[in-house]
Nanobody, 113 residues
Framework: QVQLVESGGSLVQPGGSLRLSCTAN?????MGWYRQAPGKQRELVAT???????NFADSVAGRFTISRDNAKNTVYLQMNSLKPEDTAVYYC??????????WGQGTQVTVSS
């Protein structure tokens, strides 16, 4: 059974930083993060392939970075210059070579003064 274990969500002030981590119990071709704010659809934040190719939502490009440690099956999301509109539940996402997708349980990020 696939398991994606997330950590790092918290309350932070506007302009602050947070780092999210997600560890999988296996190797996945693509790993990344999506988020869902109250009353909104889940949306892409960033993804990274096993070879290191990245993709970012326009709303976070230049503020967030994504990286992974393939030896640890772990993906990281470094979030800087956080804004109140970044408040959401952040979900770890993983996709294998068969294009099967898996989700973590979600971690809450709240940006508020």
């Amino acid at each position: 059974q696939v398991q994606l274990v997330e950590s790092g969500g918290s309350l932070v002030q506007p302009g602050g930083s947070l780092r999210l981590s997600c560890t999988a119990n296996g190797r996945f071709n693509v790993m990344g993060w999506y988020r869902q704010a109250p009353g909104k659809q889940r949306e892409l934040v960033a993804t990274i392939t096993v070879s290191g190719s990245t993709n970012f939502a326009d709303s976070v490009a230049g503020r967030f970075t994504i990286s992974r440690d393939n030896a640890k099956n772990t993906v990281y999301l470094q979030m800087n210059s956080l804004k109140p509109e970044d408040t959401a539940v952040y979900y770890c996402h993983a996709q294998n070579r068969l294009l099967n997708t898996f989700w973590g349980q979600g971690t809450q990020v709240t940006v508020s003064s």
